[in-house]
């Protein structure tokens, strides 16, 4: 862009300078918004020692340049014979360093200072040491089952004299030697007297 200098980010012999990243990032969001219509106004001079393209760049009807300047992004750069809006442009840069915005806010960032870096980050805290805890008490053990008596073995006999030499007053339902072959009237009872 003629007749405009802006603070360095890319230079690999400097530091990257206080409002460079302000800059690169103005200028990349400002021309790469695809709403706006970006058009170039070649310079007398085309092209610089380098083979870079000199010209003036419009976002839509507004020169580019005079918003860097009186957002305090850039300062003024006379490459003669590239001098056709000098005055004009240098008339924004004196509003802006009597307002001190941008690099004109500081004589570090007029002095083209470097921009602090950021900091390491700070070394992780470690980590609390845990406290001893009290073991958890341990669960009482569950309570032994009280094993169900087994079931008293069937006793099986011949007949109710058989039963009687065991059982004098016969057995009632349920009772292991109950057999309703042996409960004649159906009363629960078998070989009762």
């Avoid at 009186?70 to 809006?85: K, S, W």
């Avoid at 079931?151 to 057999?179: I, M, W």
């Amino acid at each position: 862009m003629i007749l405009i200098d802006t603070p360095e980010t890319k230079d690999p012999k400097k530091c990257v300078q206080l409002y460079g990243p302000e800059a690169t990032n103005y200028t990349k969001k400002y021309l790469l918004d695809k709403s706006k219509t970006v058009r170039v106004e070649l310079g007398v001079q085309t092209r610089d020692q380098y083979g870079r393209l000199l010209a003036y760049v419009y976002v839509n009807d507004t020169m580019f340049e005079e918003l860097l300047l009186q957002n305090g992004l850039a300062r003024i750069a006379i490459y003669p014979p590239n001098t056709q809006y000098l005055e004009k442009l240098q008339a924004i840069e004196a509003q802006a360093k009597q307002n001190k915005v941008g690099i004109w806010s500081s004589t570090d960032a007029t002095n083209g200072n470097c921009a602090p870096t950021k900091p390491a980050p700070a070394p992780a805290k470690p980590a609390p040491k845990p406290t001893p805890n009290k073991p958890a008490p341990k669960p009482a053990p569950a309570p032994k089952p009280v094993p169900k008596p087994a079931p008293p073995k069937k006793e099986s006999f011949k007949n109710c004299t058989e039963l009687r030499k065991k059982y004098p007053d016969g057995v009632p339902q349920g009772h292991p030697a109950y057999d309703s072959k042996h409960d004649r009237d159906k009363d629960g009872w078998a070989c009762e007297r």
